[in-house]
């Protein structure tokens, strides 16, 4: 079904009239089933931001035995204290796929680089890289402490939600609110990214005088139909990733046994393909807000919890410019990723699966290459990242990466890149006395 947020309503086409008519929780529901509603956002929630759906299913979720710490070891981790912080440029090899003779499946293979904030208090940004090669087997996640955004970077990922079934596949997105129990199969060696805001759920950016239409348009968006089964199991396992620690309850029965469902709060993917990009037509590199897919918003006008952020396949075309991206400094923490080609900035050593992390107010830009060749490239029409797709996790946050992160894959090399960059100041500047007016120095260049 299309559409970013609508009010959906979607019956397994087994169960003809499945959804009950003019009532959400009827005295019986058709077929017998159970009605049951999740909310995703206070019940009191103005109109405009009030998520809920109702789901009718052949068991309430309710129905399984107590949590318990999960005790397999886990690299998920909100603990934000364990390292030294480092303010670092820091630039991540890609990360390795597990060994051919391991079996780990996409929750076993979850690992956080960085981020900062607390669910707890429901404030804060979690990034996680994902390496796996088994597909979840008789077992779902659901987390308690915010929302994930997954950026496949290699493999397939076959979604299963309570809502139904989603396939996601390199090149698309899929978010997956808070609450929503869901499975993921995987076809071989699989790999990406995963945001987590704990604060509130994704939203469209606003588009300003850009117009009613442009970058991730509504319809783009899918969220899937109906799909059960009714299915018996010795024992199936739901996983609660709750205040950041994993915790397992056993059931007999798989949790997809949704039949029907209405709401607006449901799982959704989007096609990056898909996106409108708007640029500069006459002077200047824009600022990347122009390539935001979707917001978290903080409480602040304009301020993100966390942006995700798209460099697609586009024209290049500013007159006079140095057209790369600025070198600058931030007040906000940028995560990048590589879905696949190669970035335009720095186009050796930021490989796909690889990443980068440009914390607040550290200074980046292009490397000394990039800069040598836009300096004095010809200014035509040009294509920019065809066949490339980058991305970026912009917070306002400050992250703090964790001990893992700083342990695998760490390019040390990275500040390298910069090193050649050459004094081009050219020189000879002449500054007369004559010319020296109200203690201020009018300078002339010679050459
Ligand atoms: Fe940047």
């Not at 058709?30 to 109702?54: I, M, V």
């Not at 994902?130 to 597909?135: D, E, G, L």
């Not at 697609?312 to 906000?332: E, I, L, Q, S």
Request: glycine share 8%; with cysteine.
């Amino acid at each position: 079904m299309s559409g970013f947020g609508n009010e959906f309503a979607t019956e397994d086409p087994r169960c003809p009239g499945a959804l009950p008519q003019g009532q959400n929780n009827p005295k019986k529901c058709p077929y017998d089933l159970y009605a049951e509603q999740l909310s995703g956002s206070a019940f009191t929630c103005p109109r405009e931001t009030n998520k809920r759906s109702w789901l009718y299913r052949i068991r309430p979720s309710v129905l399984h035995e107590p949590f318990k710490r999960l005790e397999e070891k886990t690299l998920i981790t909100h603990k934000w204290e364990e390292d030294h912080p480092n303010p670092n440029q820091m630039r991540w090899h890609p990360f390795d796929f597990p060994d051919k003779n391991e079996s780990v499946d996409f929750v076993q293979g979850l690992k956080t680089v960085c981020g900062a904030g607390e669910p707890k208090a429901r404030h804060g940004v979690c990034i996680y890289i994902y390496t796996c090669n088994k597909s979840m087997e008789n077992k779902c996640l659901y987390n308690s402490d915010g929302d994930f955004l997954i950026v496949p970077q290699q493999g397939t990922l076959l979604v299963t939600t309570e809502f139904g079934k989603m396939r996601v596949d390199q090149n698309e997105i899929c978010v997956i609110q808070q609450g929503m129990r869901f499975n993921i199969e995987v076809e071989g060696d699989s790999r990406g990214y995963v945001l987590e805001v704990f604060d509130g759920h994704f939203t469209l950016p606003n588009l300003g005088p850009i117009g009613a239409n442009g970058l991730a348009n509504p319809r783009d968006f899918e969220t899937p139909v109906a799909w059960y089964e009714d299915r018996d199991v010795a024992s199936y396992e739901v996983i609660s990733k709750y205040q950041g620690h994993l915790f397992i309850a056993c059931q007999k029965h798989s949790p997809f046994d949704v039949v029907a469902w209405h709401g607006n709060y449901a799982p959704y993917k989007y096609n990056l393909s898909n996106f409108v990009t708007v640029n500069t037509v006459s002077v200047d590199h824009m600022d990347p807000s122009i390539f935001t897919v979707l917001t978290c918003q903080s409480l602040r006008p304009g301020v993100a919890i966390a942006d995700f952020v798209i460099f697609p396949p586009r024209w290049g075309v500013a007159d006079k410019t140095f057209r790369p991206p600025y070198y600058h400094r931030n007040c906000m923490s940028e995560f990048m990723g590589l879905i696949h080609g190669s970035y335009e900035a720095k186009e050796e050593g930021f490989r796909p699966g690889g990443c980068t992390l440009h914390s607040m107010m550290t200074p980046h830009g292009p490397d000394a290459d990039c800069f040598e060749k836009a300096s004095n490239a010809e200014l035509k029409p040009q294509r920019v990242a065809d066949n490339t797709m980058a991305f970026m996790f912009e917070s306002s946050l400050s992250m703090a990466i964790t001990p893992w992160g700083n342990q695998n894959k760490v390019d040390d090399k990275y500040f390298t890149c910069w090193q050649p960059l050459k004094k081009h100041f050219n020189g000879a500047i002449k500054r007369s006395s004559s010319q020296l007016t109200n203690g201020m120095s009018k300078v002339e260049r010679t050459c």
